[in-house]
């Protein structure tokens, strides 16, 4: 029981009054004090003890085994003892941010943009400004400074790839490992003696995108789940793209394989309006179309027909895509040509089942040269910067879907040169005019990789001009994105012109074939 008359402590005081009563001899104000009030003031002055928060910054392996992760960079202890890869560990950098833009979404950077222009003359203006915590570090500095060019045709302002993705950049370590991953290869100039830290980022991408497979499908239902599928679906898209820009030796297929499965998921999910989404379906409806050429045309002996209608189906999802959702719209990596996109998809893979030996379909040929000479881009928007060369560049998909139908057609006829026709002459020079308007650092350089082979392969040796143009081409797309797989690509066209001289009839399509080229150039 406690004494009559003394001061009742705290509960927590009484509980630990054991901890805190001074029985120094050597102190006699301290000894002739009642022990009420020593304890009392040793409450005082001890010091309360921290609350502690629990880290959520621990990598993906560590989460998963429910352990705790010592949140080492760039691998934490325990992954090291199970040589297993770690997805690293995320904190906020230390250094202050110096574009206020990437803590807002992409809608708000305009606004954000006159509030500090006004800021300088209305200090009031800022005062209200509040900026969320930043999650950058150095590769994903350079990829907002520079990086990001070769993702896009406009500029930095509307291409969701830099500002959009900052709160996707929190939330999924596959996309940001697969941001930093692009970003470290751009800085070593996707040069092979930087491949080894660029591989080593790549893995964790690799990790992180199979957990979150995992944690989207097999786990139960969750309100992230659209959120999951975009990330997933980005992640895909760009570790596929870029595959062949880090090694010859991949061509990113199996991302795209990947991707067909996520992309009718995201659709049904019907949150497909704001700009990422926007953004990612354009991506994934241009690699569709430019890898049409490069995946094999391999039908089961025995289930033809069924593959047949996997194509068609193929088709239709990129028609929906364009119809649906990006129909009049300038998106940043297709510009004005979403339309021509799934024509450029089966012209392409007509032309892959013929160099394969596969017999011809003139009702399929005919049918594509109708629906790609009848082809007109939309109307431009008012106040369209650069609409001229968006126009040019659509035409030169068109031309190019085209030129491929013509390029099939002298493998099935036999024919030596096929520039004979005036459909083909035609499309080489629409094509040859958007060559020659690109300039050095023209965002637009991101774009003419395929022309380039598709077009450039056709130039006879008399036409020293436009090959001397081609050449130039290559090594100022080389120079403006740093992939050093352009190169590889005036590679090819210089075999295909070195065949040809000697009386080889070849295209470049054949030649990739027969001498194993692995290209990415789209």
């Known amino acids: 029981m406690e004494k009559k008359g003394a001061p009742r402590l705290p509960a927590r005081s009484r509980r630990f009054a054991f901890k805190v009563l001074n029985f120094d001899s050597r102190n006699p104000s301290s000894a002739?004090?009642?022990?009420?009030?020593?304890?009392?003031?040793?409450?005082?002055?001890?010091?309360l003890h921290p609350r502690q928060i629990k880290s959520r910054s621990g990598c993906e392996p560590c989460k998963q085994r429910r352990i705790k992760c010592d949140e080492g960079q760039p691998q934490c202890q325990r992954c090291q003892k199970r040589n297993i890869i770690c997805t690293g560990n995320f904190r906020a950098e230390k250094w202050q941010i110096e574009r206020p833009w990437l803590y807002v979404s992409h809608e708000k950077v305009q606004s954000l943009g006159a509030i500090l222009e006004r800021g300088a003359s209305e200090p009031a203006a800022c005062q209200n400004l509040h900026l969320a915590r930043p999650v950058e570090n150095e590769l994903l500095r350079h990829w907002f400074d520079h990086a990001w060019i070769f993702m896009g045709i406009v500029p930095q302002a509307e291409n969701p790839l830099t500002y959009g993705i900052f709160?996707?950049?929190?939330?999924?370590?596959?996309?940001?490992?697969?941001?930093?991953?692009?970003?470290?290869?751009?800085?070593?100039?996707?040069?092979?003696?930087?491949?080894?830290?660029?591989?080593?980022?790549?893995?964790?991408?690799?990790?992180?995108?199979?957990?979150?497979?995992?944690?989207?499908?097999?786990?139960?239902?969750?309100?992230?789940?659209?959120?999951?599928l975009r990330t997933i679906l980005l992640s895909s898209l760009i570790l596929g793209l870029t595959s062949g820009w880090l090694t010859r030796d991949l061509n990113g297929l199996h991302f795209l394989t990947g991707a067909r499965q996520v992309v009718p998921l995201l659709l049904e999910s019907g949150e497909v309006h704001d700009a990422v989404t926007q953004y990612i379906?354009?991506?994934y409806l241009y690699w569709e179309s430019m890898a049409s050429y490069i995946e094999p045309w391999e039908p089961p002996e025995q289930?033809?027909?069924?593959?047949?209608?996997?194509?068609?189906?193929?088709?239709?999802?990129?028609?929906?895509?364009?119809?649906?959702?990006?129909?009049?719209?300038v998106h940043p990596v297709t510009g004005l040509a979403a339309g021509v996109f799934p024509l450029v998809f089966a012209a392409g893979r007509y032309y892959r089942r013929i160099v394969q030996g596969f017999p011809e379909d003139l009702e399929c040929?005919?049918?594509?040269?109708?629906?790609?000479?009848?082809?007109?881009?939309?109307?431009?928007?008012?106040?369209?910067?650069?609409?001229?060369?968006?126009?040019?560049l659509a035409d030169a998909y068109r031309a190019a879907a085209l030129l491929m139908v013509h390029q099939?057609?002298?493998?099935?006829?036999?024919?030596?040169?096929?520039?004979?026709?005036?459909?083909?002459?035609?499309?080489?020079?629409?094509?040859?005019?958007?060559?020659?308007?690109?300039?050095?650092?023209?965002?637009?350089l991101s774009s003419v990789g395929p022309f380039l082979?598709?077009?450039g392969s056709?130039?006879?040796?008399?036409?020293?001009?436009?090959?001397?143009?081609?050449?130039?081409?290559?090594?100022?797309?080389?120079?403006?994105?740093?992939?050093q797989a352009f190169s590889s690509a005036l590679d090819l066209v210089e075999d295909v012109w070195a065949e040809r001289a000697c009386g080889h009839h070849i295209t470049w399509l054949e030649l990739m074939l027969q001498k194993r080229y692995t290209l990415s150039i789209a």
């Not at 709160?167 to 092979?192: K, M, N, P, T, V």
């Not at 033809?304 to 009049?328: N, P, T, V």
């Not at 056709?458 to 992939?483: D, I, K, L, N």
Request: proline share 5%; charged share 25%; glycine share 4%.
């Open 458 to 483: 056709e130039f006879g040796e008399h036409e020293v001009e436009s090959r001397q143009r081609v050449r130039w081409v290559a090594s100022e797309v080389t120079r403006y994105t740093r992939v």
């Open 408 to 444: 099939a057609q002298s493998i099935s006829d036999g024919r030596p040169d096929i520039c004979d026709s005036i459909g083909a002459r035609a499309a080489v020079a629409t094509i040859l005019r958007l060559l020659m308007m690109v300039s050095p650092g023209d965002p637009l």
């Open 281 to 283: 379906l354009g991506l």
């Open 167 to 228: 709160s996707y950049l929190r939330r999924s370590r596959a996309l940001r490992h697969s941001i930093q991953c692009i970003s470290q290869a751009h800085l070593g100039y996707f040069l092979d003696t930087q491949l080894a830290e660029v591989l080593e980022e790549r893995s964790r991408a690799l990790a992180s995108l199979r957990l979150e497979i995992e944690r989207t499908f097999l786990g139960g239902p969750s309100p992230l789940r659209t959120q999951y």
């Open 453 to 455: 082979i598709i077009a």
């Open 365 to 392: 040929v005919e049918s594509l040269r109708l629906k790609l000479e009848q082809w007109q881009p939309p109307a431009r928007p008012e106040g369209l910067v650069n609409s001229h060369m968006l126009l040019l």
């Open 303 to 329: 289930e033809a027909e069924l593959y047949e209608q996997q194509e068609e189906s193929r088709l239709a999802l990129l028609c929906s895509i364009h119809d649906r959702h990006l129909a009049g719209t």
């Open 32 to 47: 002739s004090a009642p022990p009420s009030q020593t304890v009392a003031a040793s409450h005082a002055q001890m010091p």
